[in-house]
């Protein structure tokens, strides 16, 4: 039993007359509302997770990419693949994906 429903229930008993079977509705209706109102809530974005999540964000070289070398992106370590090239602490844009190696080109 939810904090709602006991109030309702309490009031109830301390209300006398229609206004306790009002309450005792409303507080029903209450507490079936709340989840699905945040049911609904939680669901209006697609949770954006994965590899395909981090396409168009712009990156840091951790070890030079010429054409292969790492970027770091979000605390991690990702094999990337620049065909430009790119040294150490430059600035470089997730382009796609291919198997677990990051595309990228350098960043405007």
């Known amino acids: ?3 709602w429903i006991a109030l309702g229930l ?3 008993h301390v209300v006398e007359g229609w206004w306790a079977l009002v309450l005792l509705v409303g507080t029903g ?3 079936i509302s709340t989840p699905v109102y945040w049911l609904r809530r ?3 974005r697609r949770a ?3 590899a395909e999540a981090m396409f168009g964000e712009v990156v840091e070289v951790a070890r030079e990419c010429r054409p292969t070398g790492a ?3 979000r605390g991690e370590l990702w ?3 620049c065909p430009e090239g790119a040294s ?3 600035r470089v844009r997730v382009t796609g994906l291919d198997g677990l190696t990051l595309e990228v080109e350098r960043a405007a």
């Open 48 to 50: 954006q997770v994965g």
């Open 88 to 90: 150490p602490g430059e």
């Open 71 to 73: 970027v770091r992106i």
């Open 79 to 81: 094999k990337a693949h």
């Open 10 to 12: 309490v009031l109830f």
């Open 29 to 31: 209706l209450f507490e």
């Open 1 to 3: 039993m939810t904090f």
């Open 42 to 44: 939680s669901q209006r």
